[in-house]
């Protein structure tokens, strides 16, 4: 792999997001490979960590804060680590740069259009972040931005001077954040134009992601992560399949043209209204999407003696729980694919599986998070007596 070089970045030091800022990207795969066998070693053969081609520019979803710094000028970056200081970025190495040039012509508007910076001291000012989206397969972009209030002076215009500068924009949300609390995001939503979401394409598949929904940002990696995850689970287009921890269903609705059924279960109403809508628009009949807690879910299947041949988990960074794990052992699947976002809580999860009827098959960790120490890891268990 040809590293292509890119001068560093200006602001590494103070912003803190990229841990492995200045490290030859090589060095950061055999870093993370350490980590990952350091911990999963005892499990299996762990499989070199799947890198990028290039690591740079990766992120599809571009988030900056805006404030004033001490002379008065407008700044947008990001907060400090473990503060809320910001910090100003002109340019980010991991960001999307279509949607970095957009912050910058947001910034550059606001004083034409007397638009004051929200302060969190003060709970004085507008607007308090600009959040990009832009789909990598559609081009379609969303900007989102979020004000202390539902009144934005020359709300028009502003979008109209911002859409005549980047006509790639395809839908501007405006979000109302008024509460005083570190979420980016409040709960009401006002669409000044377009649709107020974007499509784009992932593993053949099309998604809808609104301003709230959880979509990864990576989605060049997300393409190997989740093409490892199905090859892993082996599908013959027999299965009963559940997707637990769905979003907004990307697995289950990819996995769904191999197996025979899908069920995909998850907490966040918003994220199963658009899993729902997902399958609707990619004509996929063999999936259905479930709100509620899935261990719960596959207790209640086990109780009903109902068989289910393949589990996908995809949990948050603090793992899965034993309540959970349980409720799995009960449903007793042929084979479990486990997506894990920390390696060390993966290892813990693994042990306790492993403790009862799984054995670990395959191991394959994926480079998402370039420049950081994050890395994302794909195991393929299957049960002791098949």
């Known amino acids: ?127 308090r972040h600009v959040l990009v989206r832009r789909g990598f397969e559609s081009g379609e972009v969303m900007v989102v931005l979020v004000t202390a209030s539902p009144i934005f002076p020359s709300k028009n215009n502003f979008v109209k001077a911002l859409r005549k500068a980047h006509p790639e924009i395809t839908t501007v949300v405006l979000n109302i954040n008024d509460k005083k609390t570190s979420m980016v995001l409040g709960e009401r939503e006002i669409v000044l134009y377009g649709k107020g979401f974007i499509r784009d394409t992932l593993c053949g598949c099309t998604f809808r992601i609104s301003p709230k929904s959880f979509y990864q940002v990576n989605p060049i990696q997300t393409e190997v992560l989740y093409g ?34 899908v069920i995909g279960v998850e907490l966040n109403k918003d994220a199963v209204r658009d899993a729902k809508i997902n399958a609707r628009e990619n004509k996929i009949s063999n999936v259905r999407f479930l709100q509620g807690d899935a261990g719960e879910f596959m207790t209640a299947l086990a109780s009903a003696g109902e068989k289910t041949d393949v589990v996908f988990m995809d949990p948050p960074r603090a793992g899965s729980d034993e309540k959970f794990l349980s409720s799995l052992l009960k449903l007793n699947p042929q084979k479990v694919v486990y997506i894990s976002c920390n390696p060390e809580t993966l290892a813990r999860d693994l042990a306790f599986l492993t403790k009862k009827d799984y054995i670990v098959k395959r191991i394959q960790p994926v480079d998402m998070f370039c420049f950081t120490n994050h890395v994302e890891t794909v195991v393929g268990l299957q049960r002791k007596d098949t």
Do not use: W
């Open 1 to 127: 792999m040809e590293e292509k070089k890119i001068a560093g970045c200006t602001s590494a030091k103070k912003c803190g997001g990229c841990q492995y800022q200045g490290v030859a990207y090589q060095e950061q795969l055999k870093k993370k490979q350490r980590q990952v066998q350091g911990l999963l070693n005892k499990f299996g053969k762990v499989n070199p960590v799947i890198g990028m081609e290039n690591p740079y520019y990766y992120r599809n979803k571009v988030h900056a804060v805006f404030d004033r710094d001490r002379k008065g000028n407008i700044i947008s970056g990001i907060y400090e680590a473990n503060s809320h200081r910001v910090v100003p970025i002109e340019k980010c190495l991991i960001e999307d740069e279509k949607s970095q040039e957009i912050i910058r012509t947001i910034r550059g508007m606001l004083r034409s259009f007397k638009i004051k910076t929200y302060d969190e001291d003060s709970g004085y000012g507008l607007l």
């Open 228 to 261: 490892k995850a199905v090859e892993y689970a082996g599908l013959t287009g027999k299965e009963r399949v559940i997707d637990a921890y769905c979003g907004i269903g990307t697995i289950g609705l990819i996995a769904a043209a191999h197996a025979k059924e």
